[in-house]
């Protein structure tokens, strides 16, 4: 028999896994409701998945490609920028959604009881699908400039994937409780997203900055971005250090949002 | 028999403009930040104020039992359901429940507009805590249930409103939780709708499940719930059987009893005409608020004219507890049985007393609130009255042994006349 015991204080880190796993099929319910609502009353439907990123990679292609002049060697820049935005979009296409989540859904927070945390990640399965069809478009580019992936870089793909949702669920799981309380967050986030892409090497390589690579390593996007495309494209070593490094900093951002939004989640339906 | 919820000294503050305010942005910190320290030197108070919106409530519900939360608006009962469906966390104090729960604090929770009825039954059901399987085995019951039929794959923007509380319900109806905690959900959509829920939820407790009902509509309590607690200004004030705590809720509200009266400086009016006291009387001179539904009763109004000549028209209204204005009266001829010797005659200044006699079996059983207007004839027109004041009075009509034999409810409707019934036997086919 369950039985419920509703006090004024938890533990200090007490995530009920057992809930959680009961609550798994709002999870799936929420993120139903997402993808159908995306799609629900557009005409082009899912080829606006596919032609975000390709409309960016033309146009990224023209400004920093040609008129900015960042040269890759060996790899075409349109390539070259698409592996990048690959991951890319879905860190931070998710980062944004889920941080607005909760206040999204603060309706449903003020009325029913369930794990709030399944909100934002729930908020991003969306992306994720996203990713896929984008994916799709780039094994086509692949194929037009006859890169062929490595093992390696084909392996990889799960755990870099692994790494790009812990980064962006450890942050927004930040981001959204703070946005409950200051709605500046809302304001101040595609700001910071939009800095962000220059701190990682979407649009350049990391070799860019020399001996000074290591800084942009603090961000693990890039770890999985650089090896990523290393990878698939089968040009130049992987950093295994910087990749590792990415893992790590992942992993560590996650506990980080999860402890966070633990002890701030009991006070959403009072202050929201 | 077993307690399924256990709750002790439960309680739940609220820092002032916590609740109000919509959202804090970080400059509203900053200018906090700066203004303490000078407030502070300046020996100002902060102005922090506590809000105890639940405070040291203690009760216990038994399995299978239906408990109506009953209060006045801001007493706390939907803090207690929030707290006890665990929306919200307490400040103080426990409660242990022993069961599955699920509460009902709005219809329609996670509705969205763009998906299908359909989807919405799937969707819905899940944030209130069904799984797939279950909403899979009474879905069919479910759009039975709401009565939406063939707009089931229209998406719910296009749907009206009585539909779309009919297929929100519906989803929650069918909720089997061990212990389910309802809030004034059952006041929207039309009657019949919510008579048949409040059947389908009495069926529910005959189950063995424990519900936790919170409810301003006293026939609907009376209905569900044998015990009740009373809950005022956060704290809870009675507990026991349903009728004795309907009892005691009628007479916290300052406007109620039998009757009323003012002070000369305090009473309603204006400079023509002021009330002294209104009285419900269930014979010529007895004070009553418990009135047989055989019997008449009087409202009776006594007010001072201070202006020569004036033509007055006094008015009672009766508001059912659901707020339904049940009749309006005053003394106009086409309206009165027999004229009254004072209608349309200009009054001398002085006091008078105007009694209006309420017909025994018009009213049907429950509770009833009295407004009362004073007009003006010559004003009539333009609707303006010296006198108007809502819920001066509630009164109780009590309907010991009638229907109650004969028919397992009360009868739809807002009244319930006694009338004349003829049939005949036509032929033989």
Known sequence: ?272 | MEKIIEVQNLSKKYKIGEKRERYYSFRDEIVKLVKKPVQLMRGQKINKRDFWALKDVSFSVKRGEVIGVIGRNGAGKTTLLKLLSKITYPTGGQAIIRGRVNSLLEVGTGFHPELKGRENIYLSGAILGMTKKEIDSKFDEIVEFSEIGEFLDTPVKRYSSGMYVRLAFAVAAHLEPEVLFVDEVLAVGDYKFQKKCLEKMGRVSQEGRTILFVSHNMASVSRLCNRSILLEKGKLIAEGPTPDIIEKYIGLREEVGSEVSWNFNEAPGDSTVKVKSVRILSDQNTPNYKLDINKDFFVEMTYWNFVEGSKLLPCIRLVNNEGVIIFTANNLPSVCLKQDDWYDRPSPKGLFCSTCKIPANLLKEGYYFVNIVIGNLAGLLDSYSHVYKDQVLSFEIIDKDGLHKEHHSTMIGVIQPKLDWKTEYQSGK
């Open chain 1, 1 to 272: 028999m369950i039985e419920i015991k509703i006090k004024p204080n938890e533990g200090f880190l007490n995530i009920d896994l057992k809930e959680l796993w009961r609550f798994r099929e709002l999870f799936y319910f929420l993120s139903l409701r997402d993808i159908k609502v995306r799609y629900k009353q557009t005409s082009i439907g899912v080829i606006w998945a596919v032609l975000q990123p390709f409309l960016t990679m033309i146009i990224f292609s023209i400004f920093f490609g040609r008129v900015a002049g960042i040269s890759v060697k060996e790899i075409p820049y349109p390539i070259f920028v698409y592996s990048g935005l690959l991951f890319w979009n879905y860190f931070s296409n998710s980062l944004s959604s889920a941080s607005n989540s909760l206040v999204a859904e603060q309706n449903i927070i003020q009325k029913v009881y369930f794990p709030k945390i399944i909100i934002p990640l729930a908020s991003t399965l969306v992306f994720f699908l996203d990713f896929v069809f984008s994916f799709i478009v780039f094994i086509g580019l692949m194929f037009y400039y006859h890169f062929f992936p490595t093992l390696t870089g084909i392996l990889l793909i799960i755990p870099a994937l692994i790494i790009t949702f812990l980064s962006f669920s450890g942050l927004s799981l930040v981001f959204s409780s703070v946005n409950v309380k200051y709605r500046d967050v809302r304001y101040a986030l595609p700001f910071f997203i939009q800095l962000l892409v220059f701190l990682t090497p979407v649009i350049y390589p990391a070799s860019i900055l020399g001996k000074h690579q290591w800084l942009l390593y603090l961000n693990p996007m890039s770890g999985v971005i650089e090896t990523m495309r290393i990878g698939l494209l089968g040009v130049g070593t992987i950093n295994w250090l910087a990749f590792g490094s990415s893992a790590l900093l992942s992993i560590l951002l996650f506990l980080l949002g999860l402890l966070y939004f633990k002890r701030s989640e009991r006070f959403f339906a009072d202050i929201i």
